[in-house]
């Protein structure tokens, strides 16, 4: 395969659409419908059936308990509630679905098994890592399911209890996009004006329709005008408003680089997304960034254009010029500029900041940092920014780095220098290949682009898990591989596919080392292989 059709592979998984759906895009009306169409195909048949099942839990759960529901059948709490017939009229919710719920996490429900403080002498852990990659897959499905997931899992402080109606607030207002789609756009062109009419025409944002969370942001504080006086729809606005509302009472947090956060600064318009979460019981604080996502129909070209284009600007930037000491060397220009989106070393430094108040300079609560795709690459820089602030003196108390599917971030420079931070501080930094994963072979497609990996590999396959020295050679590059969970299908039939958290599992219950799943510290047991 040329260097040429690779790129444009792993460009396309990226993503998160077909190679040949991405070679046919254009920015002609007619390629914008057939991917329009696509993006249709591809809004799950998998998230109906578990919205219809969900459902019929649920008034199951109302004679018996919520337990059943949530526990036992894996239906998050954030899962939209059906409507009544009423001003939303939500004809079919296709609203955004967990991709791994709680019965099917490591301890199969919501016991957070993650081991606090592994043994050193381990490589990794493998139980941590199927929770990390967990959390890398649910990050995808936006902060309305994802922060009341966390809450499932013991996530979070009395201020965050809010997310759980917060998620079903956000979810009937996507809902109400989705079955009002073409309208909604028509209005859209119209201005802001027309589409707050609109809205009020159809009676939407009638308290009535919403729970607590929502319920004054509709009545009082939308206007259908994002702060650049353009149009914004009920769901994105409301989205932006609950991004705006975190303070440092919270112990779950979203960031999104995008000028109505909370940077308070013009930023490009990427999309680059992470939250942020501390455990009420345990001592951990997960740093989680978000992959590549397809467009919303809504802003087809512009976010595919912007995604893609950080992926693929491959040339390297000086880390000096963004607050690393001398000695770190280059990284991939793209990838700097989407953290700096979120983590401004000329300003705020946003998300460090708050990493270090979730952890209140405790020695004892660790930090976990990961991502899948090029949310694994934003976790290797923002962990390469944190070691370099920690050989500086600075105490965020780091305890491992875990990525799955990243692509290369740095040239030689950076990789050594990286491994020798986390040497000196015993921070184990591991990634994780799935078999034939077109993506972990990028941007270093040649020699002279002097891309390279950091840390140890966990290479993962159909015949199970191996930590080799080195990558085996790309011998297909099957985009299939990139995918994070790896799990089709409605919940009482799921068949597990070619994905890293499907296989992280089958090793798992196929029995490993036990140095990779023990845990030392007293009540920190990983559980059997399941």
Partial sequence: MSARSQLKRSAAALAGIAPDEWARQSGTERSTRATREVLRTLTSRRA?????????????????SVVLAQGLFGCSAAIPEETSEGALEVTEPQSDALKIHLSESPSQGPHFTFCSAPSPDAPLHLTNAAWLALASANQYSHL???????LDLGFGSPADSLWAQC???????????????????????????????FMRHRDVMSPENFGVCARDFFENKYTARDDDGHPEL??????????????????????SAKPYTLLERAMNRGSTQV????????????????????PSASDLQARDLIDIFKDLDIFKSKLTNYGFSEGWGYAHRGFVTALQSVDDTESTNLLSNKIRQLTGGDPKIGVWITGHSLGGAL???????????????????????????????GNSEFRDSMTAAARRHEVPLVRFRNDQDAVTGIPGVMAFLNYHHVGRLALLGPNGFATPDSDPDLVDDRVSDHDIAGLLGPFHSRTRTSGYYSRILAALEKGTPPALTACPTPGGDAPPAR
């Fill in 275 to 294: 939250a942020i979460a501390r455990h009420s019981t345990e001592p951990v604080v997960l740093v989680v960034f978000r992959g590549t996502e397809p």
């Fill in 48 to 64: 109906r059936l578990l919205n219809a099942e969900c459902k019929i839990m649920r008034r199951l759960a109302s004679a018996f």
């Fill in 144 to 150: 309305g399911y994802f922060a009341p997931h966390l």
């Fill in 379 to 409: 976790a290797t820089l923002m962990t390469a920014r944190l070691l370099d602030r920690m050989d500086r003196g600075e105490a965020f108390n780091l305890r491992g780095l875990y990525t799955f599917g990243s692509p290369m971030v």
């Fill in 167 to 197: 998620g079903r607030d956000l979810g009937r207002a996507r809902d109400f996009e989705v079955s009002h789609k073409e309208e909604l756009h028509a209005k859209e062109k119209e201005g802001p004006e027309a589409l707050l009419k």
């Fill in 234 to 255: 009920p769901a994105a606005a409301f989205k932006n408003y609950l991004l705006r509302q975190t303070d440092d009472t919270n112990w779950i947090q979203f960031f």
